[in-house]
């Protein structure tokens, strides 16, 4: 049985006062939510904040991005080291605005995941297509081939550290949230791609939604049989919403 996990991606929103706020009403509504694994992911300058806040309570913290080189001389850079020295457990790789606005390829993601599987976090893998290519009826190529470049890399075996969140550009803050039908169908075509390969590691690996995902929204995509959890952008920073997401995610007893 796969646990449920939801992640909050914070994007760059926020500041010191607003995260104290946000982060202390969310230790008491998510604390904790059994069976649901329940993280939020911000930028690089709160780590420290999310560390001191977060230490101890049943919120696990990450960070959006990481430098797909080791520490040195890259200025600007983050090291997954660097990420792990904060506390964090997980590291988002690969999000559809680091592809699109920052350029990254499918070869500097295989090699961000690389990072953050080294340095012992798990990476949250984001795939999924442009409204382009599904309306052209690529979406399976599209995220098989950004799934492939990975796993071309570093293996199928390394996704059982990992976490993969599907998440369609075109639901990505539009408020166009994919229909439960539409995500279960591309969740199990990358598990049933994966299981191909190898049955172990596609029956383990927890694949999120992403995309407008709300509280209204949440329980009908988390019952799907292969949508194992949520990754969440502006519904992330209300703290009612996001609460009401995490409990959506909870098994039934
Ligand atoms: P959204 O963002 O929930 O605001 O659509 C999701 C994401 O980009 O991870």
Known sequence: MRVKLVAGNWKMNGNLASNQALL???IPALSPIAGVECVVCAPFPYLFQLQQALHGSSIAWGAQDLCQFDNGAYTGGVSAAMLADFGCRYVIVGHSERR???GETDKIVALKFAQALKAGLTPILCVGETLGERDSGVTEM????QLDAVIAHSGVKTLAQAVIAYEPVWAIGTGKTATPAQAQAV???IRNRLAATDAAVAG?????????VKA??????????????GLIGGASLIVGEFAAICRAAQPAA
């Not at 383990?204 to 939604?209: A, D, F, H, R, S």
């Not at 209204?216 to 959890?229: N, T």
């Open 142 to 145: 599209t995220v098989a081939r």
């Open 24 to 26: 202390q009403a969310l």
């Open 216 to 229: 209204a929204s949440a329980a009908q995509l988390f019952a799907m049989p292969d949508i194992d959890g």
């Open 187 to 189: 969740h199990a075509f």
């Open 204 to 212: 383990g690996v927890l694949i999120l939604y992403g995309g407008s």
């Open 100 to 102: 699109s606005v920052f």
